[in-house]
């Protein structure tokens, strides 16, 4: 899931930033960029990435070698994540090999985060003097995160759409899939550790992709909750990843926080799935009327329908934005009790943007209801009521 170019109509489903704030793209308002994304990057639980994103902010606000990094591309808007992108090139350099002194200090590639900040810095000016070219052309890449952990609050809502047609298949449409992991949620073990015992949805077994929500302060699971067989899945996306290729994994891992060894191997694990079980991700110029295009005709062999997106909707365009609820509202209105339609949105809180918020839109009804608050990256869950 990648942060987008609202300017190209860039469309995918990425890490969370904070909300768009009108800054005049200079070295104070880069500083401040850095600041609030290790805000979130500390609230994630990578401490790393805090203590690394504030150093930035200190050299940036000097105008020191990181203003001279991000400066070639300071026009980018705040929204499309430039210290997620600058960081996960210099990841990427590690992960590929390029760099083998910036990877000795994370734990991703075996190395050691250091505890003292000078020796932090240190490492990461000798990077930027050796490959400080790759990381101001690493600016240029959409942040590509693909995050599994979100499976546990789509997978939730789901499993709430299909519940009034209990065994019917459904067919998976996610808008903004970059790789089109979370397509394949069904092949994941999804474990929602609840006071009154573990709800598990999901076919995956133990040993494949473990997504562990916590249930917290929230209403109990129904213990017959289950997602329904999953007959298609197609993903829509400019630019999507193609996770078969060694560059395509390589994208989604360097945008992976360096000291998250967990979520590196729920990634890993996962693209091993995505390789296994087929999807059909179409790069489309046009998100809205590919989705219009793609609910346009429901075949046979698939009972409902349901159209999910996570972390995508902030960088969608607004003429886009309404595009793509016309589309659905005007498939809902073909929608029937033998050929639902649900939209399943995992989306900032507008109310607290330090949580998702999971909402549900089902058709023919049209009823509109919040599933969940949850943490980004799917780490605990709130259910409502359904």
């Known amino acids: 899931?990648?942060?987008?170019?609202?300017?190209?109509?860039?469309?995918?489903?990425?890490?969370?930033?904070?909300?768009?704030?009108?800054?005049?793209g200079g070295p104070d308002d880069w500083s401040g960029r850095f600041v609030q994304q290790a805000v979130i990057c500390a609230d994630l639980g990578s401490p790393l990435y805090d203590r690394l994103l504030r150093l930035l902010a200190d050299d940036c606000a000097r105008r020191g070698a990181t203003w001279d990094l991000v400066e070639p591309r300071a026009e980018l808007r705040f929204g499309q994540a430039g210290a997620l992108r600058l960081l996960g090139a210099a990841h990427r350099l590690a992960l590929s090999g390029a760099a083998d002194g910036w990877a000795s200090v994370l734990p991703s590639c075996g190395g050691a985060v250091p505890d003292d900040?000078?020796?932090?810095?240190?490492?990461?000016?000798?990077?930027?003097?050796?490959?400080?070219?790759?990381?101001?052309?690493?600016?240029?890449?959409?942040?590509?995160?693909?995050?599994?952990?979100?499976?546990?609050?789509?997978?939730?809502?789901?499993?709430?759409?299909?519940?009034?047609?209990?065994?019917?298949?459904?067919?998976?449409?996610?808008?903004?899939?970059?790789?089109g992991l979370n397509l394949r949620l069904d092949r994941f073990r999804i474990v929602f550790a609840d006071d009154d015992g573990p709800l598990v949805l999901g076919a995956g077994s133990?040993?494949?992709?473990?997504?562990?929500?916590?249930?917290?302060?929230?209403?109990?699971?129904?213990?017959?909750?289950?997602?329904?067989?999953?007959?298609?899945?197609?993903?829509?996306?400019?630019?999507?990843?193609?996770?078969?290729?060694?560059?395509?994994?390589?994208?989604?891992?360097?945008?992976?926080?360096?000291?998250?060894?967990?979520?590196?191997?729920?990634?890993?694990?996962?693209?091993?799935v995505a390789r296994a079980v087929p999807a059909e991700i179409r790069s489309v110029s046009d998100t809205a009327g590919a989705l219009a295009e793609t609910l346009s005709v429901v075949p046979a062999e698939h009972a409902g329908t349901a159209v999910m997106h996570s972390?995508?909707?902030?960088?969608?365009?607004?003429?886009?934005?309404?595009?793509?609820?016309?589309?659905?509202?005007?498939?809902?209105?073909?929608?029937?009790?033998?050929r639902p339609l649900a939209w399943i949105r995992f989306e900032p809180d507008e109310w607290d943007r330090r949580r998702a918020a999971v909402w549900l839109r089902t058709w023919p009804d049209g009823r509109d209801s919040l599933v969940a608050h949850t943490d980004f990256h799917g780490r605990w869950i709130r259910p409502f009521p359904a």
């Open 117 to 179: 900040d000078g020796d932090l810095w240190a490492s990461w000016t000798d990077l930027v003097r050796t490959h400080g070219l790759e990381l101001t052309a690493g600016l240029g890449r959409e942040v590509q995160t693909n995050e599994v952990g979100r499976s546990a609050g789509l997978g939730l809502a789901l499993a709430r759409a299909a519940v009034a047609r209990d065994g019917a298949r459904w067919r998976l449409v996610e808008l903004g899939c970059s790789g």
């Open 206 to 272: 133990s040993d494949g992709v473990v997504v562990s929500s916590s249930v917290v302060d929230g209403e109990s699971l129904p213990p017959t909750l289950q997602l329904p067989e999953v007959s298609e899945r197609i993903g829509l996306d400019p630019h999507p990843i193609d996770v078969a290729t060694e560059d395509g994994a390589l994208t989604l891992l360097s945008f992976v926080w360096p000291d998250q060894s967990a979520r590196l191997a729920r990634l890993r694990a996962a693209i091993e």
């Open 311 to 338: 972390v995508v909707w902030q960088y969608i365009p607004v003429e886009q934005r309404w595009r793509i609820t016309e589309a659905l509202e005007a498939a809902g209105e073909q929608a029937s009790e033998e």
């Open 1 to 24: 899931m990648s942060s987008g170019d609202v300017t190209s109509g860039r469309v995918t489903s990425g890490d969370v930033t904070p909300p768009e704030s009108p800054g005049d």
